[in-house]
């Protein structure tokens, strides 16, 4: 066996394999790397850009709303409700389209993707864990959505706290930042883990999108529907965004169409979004890497 | 029959700006002929233009005495194996293979056990009647060579007909390639698997950028190879000594070392060349214990003919001065 | 469990795998030094079950598998970032050229960026596509995909590189300089290869182990030349003139010549050695042109094994 590389003192070079002699990274971090580059590669798409500078712009509207109900409230006229509960509308009734579309874009397509063109072979022939794979699918497309959900959010209740009529009000108003944060992050994983489920269910991205489509607000449609028209309210448990709302409401104090109790849709959403996470780390763990 | 079946003159076909084939003359005979040539080269767009899916730009193309476009009676007589996948997956083998035999022209009464005597004879006899999305790769690349050939037609062709296959697979379908050969039919096997060509056949054609290069039989197309003269290896225990013999003849054109007991020789006339070294082993007490020519196969030619052709090849030939 | 690397490549004991009532793998008991070993068999013998115990991927239902001295089952991820698998399928990501391909593979093995990124450099130019390596990966032939499968395989630079097919799809030159790529890697590096093949030539051609499964069980491991054997009394003969004429003189002097593909068959008398033959032609006019030791091809050795596993 010739000997392994030519001594570099010599005159001529060589170029040809050469072994690696650097640093090895331990694999605790290495859902870092998968993060990184997920983000990376949907921060590619022009309709992810496009989708997240477009959310910015209702929580300006919703701003001038709040603004000005605290300046009548100043003034002392009747106002039903807190201004600050427009945190939770510009989150449900503005953004939850943005985050939607972002969740369609970049959660859905993205495991059924990597089964076609046969990056399932390119990740597990290497030393990266299923949950490694899934912990940085999962933050990446999270930092997306939640960056659509929780900024507008966070920025309007800062705004709430700041504009406080006296130094009483601001402290009542202050556990508003961090429902803002707790709502964000359920709201979030509703988008996300779902759509994962799914994704695990079929090799053809469109497939996957128009099913989560569908599943998100067929259920919404329906279910309010019959609930409205039964009048029994535990029907609208199937629906997703009917959860989210009804959770919101509560947790927000906004004055609810329903008289059911914040634990039956927390139940509910806890339930369909536990179900979609263990059904992908299931799916994971029986993937067959190649056939 | 020796007339040649498959006939072209000045064939030319070309997809707007791009040459697929140019100015391409060849005549094949009946029995098994080896299409070759560097990706690009031009070898599917021919096979097309054979199966009447294209259109001849310019220039004479006939199978059989007639033209192939737009004459379907004249494709019952030809039968094509493609390279992709094409197959379905929900028929049995014995049904897909009987349905492409009626389209080729079997009459329906014939056809399925045409098919299923064709299926027999390439090995799939246990697996006819299960559905052809559970067969391995090579089994379906088989069920595609049945469908080619159930409805037995004079010109077969062949686009690399063993991708898949295992090794006991391969050399049984070189096997059936061959016998259909030998019954007189034109089967031309398109592949990049050299040494398989070379199991089936002597005789090839090798295109190069939409060209012919070189038609016909493989060590009479080496010997014409100029710029690499004929090459005899020697095993001798005392190469050196055995060199020096050798060397004062006027065949002799040069010699290399490769190991201690290994000398390779190059001569422009190797009848002359060989009594040189008979005579060297018994009557100059050289013990020979290996004669063999190293490059008088499909691979060097394929080398010599292509490497040649490319821009560093033209480069060194000029430096070096090689005719061809 | 040894940390150290110990010297053997592979230790196999009594591998066996159940998928359901299938039994994939029957009691496969082998050690192979390392260097370089062919992996083949015929479809559905247990190859790709075996890969995938090798790579730590699947467990055996029984036995383990030692693989450079790690054990498949317990020390997965540490085994993985030891082994290149250069997979028969595609395998890569839309949207990444192969530069950023490269880089992720290699980041997913443990290095740092930057030392990725310099790595991933220096491979591409290896396997030969430095002018190419910022186009995306989707727009590639078949060859130069085939080379960036290669690229991500060594781009952490693997003690054992594990091929699938990795001359699908070229054309005679592009198998040509694959298997050239392949060959330089345990003379310049020292790793071990292992090519999974259907293609004879091509594990003859960079492999002196092999490692032969038909229906699940083992029938050889190792060296391909004690696969062929030896023998010191049979030619392969050829003559420019008719091969039957030339037989007929060899036997008129009693030796045996029988008709083979490319010549004959030429088993020498006794005490004679290969002058015998020359002198026979020269004395009836014939041209010697061929004249060989005959060694069982790899190929037919091969067939052999599997005719006696299949007439057991």
């Known amino acids: 066996m010739k000997s392994a590389i030519t001594d570099q003192k010599s005159p001529i070079r060589d170029l040809g394999y050469k072994p690696y002699d650097g640093p090895r990274l331990s694999h605790r971090g290495r859902f870092q790397v998968l993060f990184r580059r997920n983000l990376a590669l949907a921060w590619a798409s022009t309709l992810v850009k496009v989708d997240l500078i477009l959310s910015m712009f209702p929580m300006v509207v919703c701003a001038v709303i709040m603004y000005l109900k605290l300046a009548a409230q100043k003034r002392g006229l009747p106002i039903k409700e807190d201004p600050g509960l427009w945190v939770f509308n510009c989150i449900f009734w503005c953004q939850i389209w943005f985050a939607f579309t972002m969740s369609l874009l970049v959660a859905a397509p993205t495991i059924s993707a990597d089964v076609r063109s046969g990056a399932f072979q390119f990740y597990f022939a290497r030393p990266v864990s299923r949950m490694a794979y899934l912990l940085g699918k999962v933050l990446s497309a999270a930092v997306l959505i939640a960056s659509i959900l929780a900024i507008p959010g966070l920025l309007l209740a800062i705004m709430r706290v700041a504009l406080a009529a006296d130094g009483g009000d601001a402290l009542t108003q202050l556990p508003l930042l961090l429902k803002t944060i707790l709502y964000s992050v359920l709201f979030t994983a509703t988008l996300i883990l779902p759509a994962f489920a799914l994704g695990a269910l079929s090799r053809q991205p469109g497939y996957v999108q128009g099913g989560w489509a569908a599943l998100f607000f067929l259920p919404w449609l329906l279910g309010e529907g019959i609930a409205a028209a039964t009048e029994i309210p535990y029907i609208a448990l199937i629906s997703l965004p009917t959860n989210l709302r009804w959770i919101g409401e509560a947790l927000f104090g906004v004055p609810s169409s329903h008289d059911l109790a914040w634990y039956w849709p927390t139940g509910a959403l806890l339930l369909i979004v536990g179900c979609a996470t263990w059904w992908v780390i299931r799916r994971l763990d029986r993937v067959e890497v190649f056939s | 029959m020796s007339q040649p079946v498959v006939v072209s003159e000045g064939l030319c076909k070309w997809y707007g700006k791009v040459v697929g084939i140019n100015e391409l003359t060849v005549d094949i005979p009946p029995g098994v002929t080896g299409l070759l040539g560097p990706n690009g080269a031009g070898k599917s767009t021919l096979i097309k233009l054979l199966v009447g899916a294209l259109r001849p730009s310019r220039g004479k193309l006939q199978v059989l005495g007639q033209k192939v476009w737009r004459n379907r009676d004249l494709l019952a007589h030809i039968g094509y194996c493609p390279d992709h996948d094409g197959v379905h997956e929900d028929l049995s083998g014995t049904e897909f293979v009987a349905f492409l035999a009626r389209l080729s022209g079997v009459p329906a009464d014939k056809a399925n056990r045409r098919a299923e005597e064709t299926l027999d004879r390439l090995g799939l006899a246990d697996a006819r009647h299960r559905p052809i999305g559970h067969y391995s790769k090579g089994m379906r690349q088989r069920a595609k060579l049945a469908q080619a050939i159930v409805h037995q037609p004079d010109l077969l062709l062949l686009d690399e007909p063993l991708t898949g296959c295992d090794p006991l697979a391969r050399v049984q379908l070189v096997k059936i390639i061959k016998e259909l050969g030998d019954e007189g039919k034109v089967v031309i096997v398109s592949s990049h698997i050299l040494h398989e060509i070379e199991a089936m056949t002597d005789e090839i054609i090798l295109l190069y950028k939409g060209q012919v290069l070189a038609n016909g039989n493989i060590y009479r197309i080496r010997e014409m190879i100029d710029a690499h003269p004929h090459k005899i290896e020697i095993h001798c225990d005392d190469s050196r000594a055995l060199a020096k013999y050798l060397v004062g003849d006027q065949s002799v054109h040069s010699l290399a070392f490769s190991n201690d007991n290994v000398v390779t020789v190059q001569t422009r006339m190797p009848d002359q060349c060989y009594p040189l070294i008979a005579n060297a082993a018994l009557d100059n007490g050289f013990k020979i214990s290996g004669l063999n020519s190293p490059d008088n196969n499909l691979q060097s030619i394929f080398k010599y003919l292509t490497e040649d052709r490319s821009p560093e090849g033209v480069a060194q030939r000029g430096t070096t001065g090689g005719k061809r | 469990m040894s940390e150290t690397a110990n010297d053997n490549l592979l230790q196999l004991d009594g591998i066996g795998k159940f998928y359901g009532k299938v039994h994939a793998l029957k009691e496969v008991t082998a050690t192979l030094a ?103 990966v989707e727009t590639y032939s078949t060859g130069q995909k085939q080379r960036v499968k290669l690229a991500q395989a060594l781009v952490h630079d693997p003690e054992l590189l594990l091929l699938d097919e990795p001359t699908n799809g070229l054309d005679p030159r592009g198998r040509d300089e694959m298997l050239q790529l392949i060959r330089e890697l345990p003379e310049r590096r020292g790793c071990s290869v292992m090519l999974s093949s259907h293609l004879l030539p091509d594990v003859e051609a960079v492999c002196e182990n092999a490692l032969v499964l038909a229906e699940g069980s083992l029938l050889f491991s190792g060296p391909i030349e004690q696969l062929r054997g030896k023998n010191t009394r049979y030619y392969r003969v050829g003559v420019k003139e008719s091969p039957e004429a030339f037989a007929i003189a060899l036997r008129a002097l009693g030796a045996r010549a029988d008709s083979a593909q490319g010549g004959l068959k030429v088993e020498l008398p006794e005490d004679e050695d290969p002058d015998f033959i020359f002198r026979c032609a020269r004395d009836n006019g014939f041209q010697l042109r061929h004249l060989e030791l005959e060694q069982r091809s790899f190929e037919e050795a091969f067939l052999d094994l599997l005719e006696e596993k299949s007439a057991a």
């Open chain 3, 34 to 136: 390392r260097g370089t070993v062919g992996l083949l068999g015929p479809n559905g013998a247990g190859k790709s079950t075996l890969l995938k115990i090798l790579l730590g991927l699947l467990v055996p239902s029984t036995g383990r598998a030692q693989v450079i001295g790690f054990d498949a089952a317990s020390r997965s991820l540490d085994l993985r970032q030891r082994i290149g698998y250069m997979p028969e399928q595609e395998c890569h990501i839309n949207g990444l050229d192969a530069v950023e391909l490269c880089t992720y593979a290699a980041e997913l093995c443990g290095l740092p960026y930057d030392g990725a990124r310099a790595r991933a450099n220096s491979v591409l130019a290896y396997v030969g596509l430095g002018d190419k390596r910022h186009l995306k």
